[in-house]
């Protein structure tokens, strides 16, 4: 696992920018963490990574969103609303196995219908440290995303 301490929405959004540079289609990249952790301001700077130049916005009340443009397209989700089991009719599958990077806000509510492989981030605040003080932690599933984030880890 790998873990790395912000202190600003535009270095969040710069890790984001880095990741993009090693994604592919398909890829899953799992966004936890409270309301205000920084999990769509993440996404904003995986788009900019990958050349996407609409601005992202949070997918809260539309539960997906789609950007194309960029190298890749983004299929940016946000689940926190999507009633139990009802991941189905959203057709996720088709998402996940698409052209495009898939980013899911909340995931813990499709524990049900995750890939094998996918890239987790864990977002935590620190407020006793700092109002915009976040760490993240990187746990990849799969070879494919260990390579990612050791990568993430080297640059
Ligand atoms: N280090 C940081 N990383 C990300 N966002 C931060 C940071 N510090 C302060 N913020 C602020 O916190 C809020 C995060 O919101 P958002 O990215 O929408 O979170 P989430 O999608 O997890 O609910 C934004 O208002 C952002 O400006
Ligand atoms: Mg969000």
Redesign the pocket.
């Known amino acids: 696992m790998y873990t790395v301490t ?4 535009e ?2 959004m710069a890790l984001g920018q880095r990741l993009a540079n090693g994604l592919q289609a398909q890829d899953v990249i799992l ?1 936890d ?10 996404t904003k700077g995986l788009a900019v990574g990958l050349g996407i130049t609409r601005n992202v916005k ?1 997918p809260t009340f539309t539960i997906i969103r789609e950007y194309q443009g960029g190298r890749l397209p983004l299929y940016h989700m ?1 689940v926190y609303r999507l009633e139990d089991g009802s991941g189905d009719e959203l057709g996720l599958d088709e998402y996940f196995n698409g052209d495009g990077v898939n980013v899911v ?1 909340w995931s813990k509510f499709i524990a049900d219908e995750l890939p094998a492989n996918y890239l987790r981030i864990v ?1 935590k605040r620190d407020d006793e440290a700092s ?4 760490t993240l932690s990187f746990e990849p599933v799969g070879e494919h995303f260990t390579e990612l984030v050791r990568h993430l880890e080297d640059d």
């Open positions: 912000v202190t600003s929405p270095q969040t966004l963490g409270d309301l205000g952790a920084g999990k769509t301001t993440f949070s946000d806000e977002f109002e915009m003080q976040r």
